[in-house]
Nanobody, 127 residues
Framework: QVQLVESGGGLVQAGGSLRVSCAASGSILKINAMGWYRQFPGKQRDLVAEITRSGITNYADYVKGRFTIFRDNAKNTMDLQMNTLKAEDTAVYYC?????????????????????WGQGTQVTVSS
């Protein structure tokens, strides 16, 4: 199993900056693509930014130029640096990671590939 723990959310004034982090732990062979999503009350989760294992990034249009996604493959961590925050960025931010895990049963190893979500961290931007 893989556990994702987000941290770094909080309250910030409009125009300010915040950095949220995601740390993965568990029986991980490899973390593949990772991403940040956000969710407004009563809405589905939307992609904010994603990054491949090799560092290729993709951003939602509404955060381009303001947010930057990072990852450290050795530590299985991912950060999202958020600058020039707006009130409309207020949401719960979730970390998603695709991970390869290995289970061993009676000396037989089986690899699995699954997506895992963190518990979310609240980001509130006051106007």
């Amino acid at each position: 199993q893989v556990q994702l723990v987000e941290s770094g959310g909080g309250l910030v004034q409009a125009g300010g900056s915040l950095r949220v982090s995601c740390a993965a732990s568990g029986s991980i062979l490899k973390i593949n693509a990772m991403g940040w999503y956000r969710q407004f009350p009563g809405k589905q989760r939307d992609l904010v930014a994603e990054i491949t294992r090799s560092g290729i990034t993709n951003y939602a249009d509404y955060v381009k130029g303001r947010f930057t996604i990072f990852r450290d493959n050795a530590k299985n961590t991912m950060d999202l640096q958020m600058n020039t925050l707006k009130a409309e960025d207020t949401a719960v931010y979730y970390c998603l990671a695709g991970a390869t895990t290995r289970a061993i049963d009676h000396s037989i190893a089986t690899n699995s590939h699954n997506g895992y979500w963190g518990q979310g961290t609240q980001v509130t931007v006051s106007s």
